[in-house]
């Protein structure tokens, strides 16, 4: 991001008061005209040194203050940037330009950009026939976790100018982040609803996370089980939001697959905020297997079971692949640096199990499926059907909510839910208790899903349906004693 500087407001300010100020200013005038001339000929450190004199020497003219703070930028010294030019706005409030550039040097020293988005309204508000201010606020929105209201301000930038190459720029940026439907809460009882963040506090008594159903009648000797949960994307810096509660969706399906589906503990691997390099080292690519293939390939392994809970993104053109998204991903190259879900299809099916079930908790992940239905396209590929199920949160490109109130996504959540038993005895997506028999097959959880995703989505005014592809609705997920 380059700070909007110009050498030419320091001529203009330094003349100007040279011209009007008091006797006891013009050896600041005369400082700052040579500061002035020292930073076109590129001598910033004599340059700040003159503008550093020109201040002391007289404080009470903000232009000096100014004229440090811009100085300063030029040696990429930020924290004294904007130390000298909140002075400045601080006795001259009403300079649009000044307040933009203070605005700038925040965005630039990583802090308070709250403060950063209200310099940057004031100054649009002054002058709003300038462009860069336009860009400078919607780039502080961004920075204080409003990627909603940038795009709008920027999108509005846009249709104004549409051939400043900064705001096309910025809008590029900004509508990719667009592209990412981010989890969004479903209400707590009380209806009132709480933020995204990683450090929510998880809840304490939700029915999924205790008492979970011990090892039934189904011991699974000889499956191995990933488990990601991609959940701390803000750290890194691109615009995207965290997924709230994926890394406690993560922690809690590892417990139901080896207190309830019989996996043995050593043969669960659990990732969180996985990178795209671990997220290829763990699933391979087209060419080269990654280490799921790879036990695959030593043989002795007769089910798989693969869970991710975190971002996902639409396809970036038409009938192209959505996304898994690692953590570190620039949304931006998503095409390059992002998990394409015809890469995953072919992985999965590399691995030639006997079974293997897929559980994605991620918008558009029902891309994968072709169809609506789970057993209808028998022409699907390369999903190897008839030996891999997957249930998937969303149809075509969905959005999937989370539950806040249970600490999970609501998909996560009612799959567990689901193992826990309250899927048995649903046939044909209604409950009939005589069909109860303690166990809970792969038929019972897709009816089981397809009835109370969409409710629970409803609470939030929201059209969430499940997708459940492939596979035999009788294999059996778990049975009870």
Known sequence: MKTVLSVAAFFIWSVFFLSSAAADCREAANAAKRGAEAMEQNNTAKGVSLFLEAYQNCRQNPAYAFNLGMAYTETKNYPEAEKYLRVAVDQNGGNPVWLNNLARVMLENGKNPDDAVRFGKKACQLDPNNSAFHETLALAQKQAGDPQ???????????RWPNDSRISSVYAELESLQNFAFRTEVPLKNGQKSTASHDKTLAKNSDADIDIPPKGLISRPNSVALVIGNQRYADRNFGVPDVPFAENDAEIMEKYL?????????????????????????LGTEG?????ENIASMGGVDEFFIYYSGHGHPPTR???????????????????NGYSTDRFKTVVARLNAQKTTVVLDACFSGRIAKDKGRFKNKKMTPLNENKVVHFLATQGEQVAAYYDEHSHGLFTYLFLKGLRGEADGYRGKRYDPKSRDRIVTVGEMEDYLMQYVPLYALQKNKSQYPSVVGGNPNWELTRFR
């Open 258 to 282: 080896v207190e309830t589906l019989g996996y043995e503990k050593i043969k669960v691997f659990r990732r969180v905020n996985v990178t795209e390099s671990e997220l290829k080292r763990l």
């Open 318 to 336: 038409n009938g192209g692949p959505s996304y898994l998204v690692p953590v570190d991903a620039d949304p931006q190259y998503i095409n390059i």
């Open 288 to 292: 080269e297997p990654g280490q799921l």
């Open 149 to 159: 209201g940038a795009f709008e301000t920027i999108s509005l930038a846009n249709r």
